[in-house]
């Protein structure tokens, strides 16, 4: 028996959407409640190495659009989160300090698994909450880090994540039919 509907009804909904009403503010709270369901994802080994930047930020927002070519995410949502490797990945260490001098382990596919699974979580969760999303590999790892102060030693950007209020609806992307993508042995 499934009670995943409302689950099925949320993954229906979900597209990604580059321009967002340019207005609605979505307070901290929200956006962390959003943020702690999300990563609730697995990880590799239970290690759990991805850490959330949450850039609500005009000021900042507008300078990073110098460093990506999606700029109507940047500008018009309500705020962008950067979802990085942290390849130091200590317990309860606040997260977006400077390097702390241990050896940081080696950037590995693993972790941009685990950031996969997190930041697809994140989108199905703020859907659920009403809000739309993108997810972008399309920006400037290097600038970003500069712009937002990042430890490069330490943090390896992975996906960003738009969130905000649809200026309009957006349409359905094209899928493949599925006998095209599943086999059975
Ligand atoms: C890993 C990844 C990187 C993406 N990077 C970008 C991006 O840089 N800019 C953008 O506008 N969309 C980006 N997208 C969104 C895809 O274009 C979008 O998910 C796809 O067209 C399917 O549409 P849907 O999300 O509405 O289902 C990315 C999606 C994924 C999964």
Do not use: W
């Not at 050896?103 to 972790?111: I, N, Q, S, V």
């Amino acid at each position: 028996m499934s009670t995943s509907q409302t689950l099925k009804s949320v993954i229906n909904a979900r597209h990604s959407v580059r321009q967002y009403d340019g207005e609605t503010v979505i307070k901290p709270a929200e956006l962390q409640k959003m943020l702690k369901t999300a990563f609730l994802a697995p990880s590799a080994l239970n290690l759990q190495p991805i850490r959330a930047l949450v850039i609500s930020s005009p000021v900042l927002r507008q300078k990073l659009t110098a460093a990506t070519g999606n700029t109507s995410q940047l500008t018009t949502a309500s705020a962008v989160v950067l979802f990085v490797n942290d390849r130091e990945n200590l317990n309860e260490a606040r997260p977006f300090a400077p390097a702390n001098g241990t050896k940081p382990a080696p950037a590995t596919t693993t972790a941009a698994l685990d950031c996969g699974l997190v930041a697809m979580q994140f989108m199905l969760v703020a859907k659920d909450h009403g809000y739309d999303t993108n997810p972008m590999t399309g920006f400037d790892h290097a600038a970003f880090s500069e712009i937002l102060n990042l430890d490069t030693d330490r943090y390896d950007p992975q996906l960003l994540v738009s969130i905000g209020v649809a200026a309009q609806p957006a349409s359905p992307a094209k899928h493949k039919n599925i006998k095209a993508l599943v086999d059975f042995r």
